[in-house]
């Protein structure tokens, strides 16, 4: 029972850094808070939605759509709210307020187009696409998606995809942030906002790309929600920018690779707590949130100060 | 000038520590009632970092600071301005909403060290900000809003006052201007520490200075003497620092 | 106080007479009540956010902490409502005390903190294991104290008391020493201000009014949810209607709280998310374009705004 709780933590928890890592970017880059986070990843799951039900295809085709879509959505949207935000006397907490507004406008947006009721999609459809590939390829009938064997445990095929998706994702963060050039110029903004613009980098390009590619990651991660936790709704939005930011804050707020650290730190816990404590279970995040602030404000990793 | 002898201040072999970088390293000087000190040095000697620490900002990791006989090393900065400390800033932080009025009335109502406060008006009208006093300090200019930081520093009637940079980025005349200001300060036996890169300036306001180097005193004196010192002549011109 | 007293006249006194008046005359009596109820809140997000720049986005748990601190006194200890209602606004304060080191947070940080702390509260609350004690997620039913025409009039002192608070804030040196440690922390150290023990008195009166107001409500509605008292939509309204009139004054959360309630109400959404849009929509408009609120209009003119 513990080995498999501890595994399944980590599979959640690699899932969960997918879903805090756009939050960390986009605040790293831009000191925004980006309250509408799990509205994106509301989005993202809609998306999946849409790929099943009008398509009839692997949900998993969603996931490349999602990123495309988001990111354009989000440098368009950049340019239309950041600079008059940044132009004002208090941008930090205008910027709470604002993308407050706007996380209520896409919940309402979705609700008036979708309804309230839960959403789910049937965990076997996710990954057909590779029964279909080694059918074609390599012959023998398709299997039935059964779970997949871990070290001698079984657990649902979905978890073990989405950990694998989330891990390819957060590798190719690194590789942009690390490996390009863009991704260098993101660095150089996320530790000294000042003096990248002193030094002439374009600022604004920058920050804008860094949105799209978090609203991005968001919207991926949100493809799986339906799998991860069995159903969504439009309302979804507001617990998962909460999850999201106990995740990022554990990591460390403004380090998005400390933000894998955070997603395993917090998996590992929410499978403990629902093994063992279950009726517990929804406290989690709001004490673990309010605790970690409190006694360890830089995050397991960090070192920013966030304390008056 | 005949001066007290009496220290009011005395700071004693003060070090501070941020992680592994010493700013200050057994810092050692006094000042008495009516006496205009200055503290020089380069950029990163710790002349702000002592003001932050006599002033309460933080808290000292070695020594002591005594002032008036008692010891407020660590002392909480709204004590230490009840107690007759204040300062001004090197960047001044003004309530920006708040009137240029309003900016000296909280310091007025909260800031009661035992001296008795001026009269708000009498204030403003010394450091030019009559014609203001109704607008938001965010509207002044840089010049203004070290007015008002010091405005409300004395607002507090301090018997020791701290001024960090204040004269940088004031016109010739306004320096002027200003020197007589802090003068007279002194003359009615304020204790005052002036911290400043203009050494015209210092020469002309200060009685004595503290040079600093790396968080230690090295020289004390007059600062025409100072200049002729090689120890001074070589942290001032040599190395990294010259300019 | 000079201008205290006139602001008592000008605003605390005809505000209280019209609503004190209105439901002789006007027969939805929940719909006045709830106004009352939003006068209230929105002053106490003035009180924390307004004249301190802690933006509270769990103020609703105060709120709610005050309703479920009447439904255990009245359920277990069957208390006299009026008494309750003290006790609902000492839960509050209790619940500040607890919460206040999260006052060393700043900013978003702050804001999420309060959020995740009103949400713990929430599953708290709600907790089935509980039962024994809240009733868990089954809600509860204060019939024995159901008394409308009381409760709107505590509500109206409850009222009275939280403006009262707020002219003092406006009219004091309290309440300029309280915006001079929002605008800048160190400064306002050295003018000589307490700095932890303002923002922790400012918290605490934020958390009284949110209390006392929970109670009332408890006592008016007396059938309710964890959710229902919970509902993030209390904390939301009343800072958006604070923000929207203009905080750090008296009037801006009133006439906030009349013009987009009133709005609500006369549109009459009948189904929530038109209004959810219509309100992200305004919230967004107002950062862009307003983000002092309706009184700046004025007092960027150079009018003084009570």
Known sequence: ?308 | MSLETTPILDVNRLVKRFGGFTALDGLSFHVVPGEILGLVGPNGSGKTTAINVISGLYSPDGGGVIFEGRAVGGVASHRLVHRGINRTFQVPKPFMSLSVRENVEVALAYGRADGVPPAIDALLEEYRLADVAKRPAADLNSAQQKMLDLTRALATAPRLLLLDELAAGLNPAELDWIADRIKALAAKGMAIIVVEHLMGFIEHITDRVIVMNAGKEIFEGKLAAAVKEPQVIEVFLGGEHAA | MHNGFKHTLIILVPLLIVFAALPGVYQNHLLLFNFVIFLILAQGVNIIYGFTGYLPFGYVGFFGAGAYGFAVMVMHFQTPAVAAVLVAGLVGIALGLLLTPLLRLTGAYFAIANLAASLAVLHLVANPALENITKGPYGVSLTGTFNPSFAYDAALVVLAITLGGVIYLRNSSFGLALQAVREDAVSAAMAGVDVVKMRVIAWLASALVAGLAGGVYAWYVSVFYPDNVFSGEFSIFAIVFALFGGVATILGPIVGVIILYGIYNLIGFTTPQYFQLVYGLLIMGLVLFLPAGLMSLATRRGWHVP
């Open chain 1, 1 to 308: 029972m513990l080995s498999y709780a501890l595994i399944a933590g980590v599979l959640f928890g690699l899932y969960f850094s997918l879903v805090g890592i756009g939050l960390n970017l986009v605040f790293g880059v831009m000191r925004i808070v980006n309250l509408a986070h799990g509205d994106t990843i509301m989005l993202g799951a809609f998306i999946a939605l849409g790929v099943v039900t009008l398509a009839g295809i692997d949900p998993l085709f969603a996931v490349p759509l999602a990123f495309v879509v988001f990111l354009l959505a989000g440098v368009l949207l950049y340019w239309v709210l950041v600079p008059r935000l940044q132009g004002s006397s208090n941008p930090e907490m205008l910027s709470i307020i604002l993308f407050f507004g706007l996380s209520q406008v896409i919940e309402a947006v979705t609700t008036i187009f979708a309804g309230t009721s839960e959403r789910s999609i049937q965990s076997r459809l996710l990954g057909t696409v590779f029964t279909t590939i080694k059918v074609k390829w390599f012959g023998g009938t398709p299997g039935r998606g059964g779970p997949i064997q871990i070290l001698g445990q079984g657990f649902p095929a979905p978890w073990v995809i989405a950990a694998v998706t989330s891990l390819i994702a957060i590798a190719l963060v690194y590789l942009y942030l690390y490996r390009t050039r863009l991704g260098t110029l993101t660095r150089a903004v996320m530790s000294r906002r000042d003096e990248a613009f002193a030094t002439g980098i374009d600022v604004d390009r920058v920050s804008a790309v860094a949105f799209g590619i978090g609203l991005g990651l968001a919207a991926i991660s949100g493809v799986f929600a339906p799998f991860m936790f069995g159903s969504i709704t439009p309302a979804f939005g507001a617990d998962a920018t909460v999850t999201s930011f106990a995740i990022v804050v554990l990591g460390s707020l403004g380090n998005p690779l400390g933000t894998a650290l955070g997603g395993i730190v917090y998996g590992v816990c929410y499978m403990l707590v629902q093994t063992y404590l279950s009726s517990w279970a929804d406290l989690l995040p709001y004490v673990l949130l309010i605790l970690i602030l409190l006694l360890r404000p830089s995050g397991l990793l960090g070192r920013r100060v966030r304390v008056a």
